[in-house]
């Protein structure tokens, strides 16, 4: 049973938005499985509604996704309370800000929003995934992740980053840890991000909002951002603790 529902679960994780159908053939070749695994599973999800059979064989994901999202979106502390204060930071400071989440070795944007006056968006879409990197976002939360983990992804080339050794990440994910925010400002660009953690009520960072700022050119302009993004994480975070 087990074995089926991480089966199940690896044939969800394929449907991307580069690689939106999947049929048994190709399914069963990326997952290393035979093609009567991969027809049952692909077949099984679309009973339930997971994915709709688009013909010749091919599955793309089903409309039950749209519901459960939904439903998660109303029904979830963070993400309730969270959408506010989002909004509110980016059409007060004219900022692009993101609320990302970890999930399973990859960062999950769950609600973005563009003040005016931002610039073009810059930063991952509400629903999207990504592989960590070196945003400040990430790496608030690449640095509240063991030890093990992160020196897996790092073995499996799974962290995009500048930094040339494991030793360097885990030296600045310390730094993030100790100042309790993340600053992403690359050399030449006239942008930058910073971060903070939102925890939830034991503590644990449960999530990273994340400032998107262009034309800015100077120091103090990235700790005026990232004094708001850490403001803007604390509510988040005592508006959880208050509810539960």
Same mark, same amino acid.
């Given at each position: ?22 049929? /048994? ?114 790496? /608030? ?6 030890? @093990?983990?992160?020196? *897996?992804?790092?073995?499996? *080339? ?39 953690? /939102? ?29 708001? @993004? ?15």
């Amino acid at each position: 049973m087990l074995g089926t529902l991480m089966r199940a679960g690896d044939v969800l994780d394929l449907f991307t938005v580069e690689e939106p159908e999947w049929g /048994v053939t190709a399914t069963a070749r990326r997952l290393g499985i035979g093609k009567s695994l991969a027809h049952e599973a692909l077949a099984t999800l679309a009973e339930i509604g997971l994915l709709r059979r688009v013909g010749h064989g091919r599955y793309r994901l089903g409309w039950r996704t749209v519901s459960l999202a939904a439903m998660l979106l109303r029904t979830n502390a963070l993400s309730s309370h969270a959408r506010s204060v989002v909004r509110d930071l980016a059409e007060s400071h004219g900022v692009g800000v993101s609320l990302v989440a970890w999930e399973r070795g990859q960062v999950i944007c769950i609600n973005r929003h563009e003040g005016r006056g931002a610039g073009a968006p810059n930063g991952m879409a509400a629903g999207s995934t990504m592989p960590p990197d070196d945003s400040a976002a990430a790496r /608030v939360l690449l640095a509240s992740r063991p030890a @093990a983990e992160i020196e *897996g992804l790092w073995s499996a *080339g799974s962290v995009r980053t500048r930094h040339q050794s494991l030793e360097a990440l885990r030296s600045d994910l310390a730094e993030v840890a100790h100042i309790g925010w993340a600053l992403d400002n690359p050399a030449g660009v006239a942008r930058l991000s910073v971060a903070a953690p /939102v925890r939830d009520i034991d503590g644990g960072v449960a999530a990273a909002i994340s400032l998107a700022a262009q034309g800015v050119g100077n120091g103090l302009d990235a700790y005026r951002h990232a004094r708001l @993004a850490v403001a803007a994480a604390a509510r988040i975070s005592e508006a959880m603790r208050a509810a539960a």
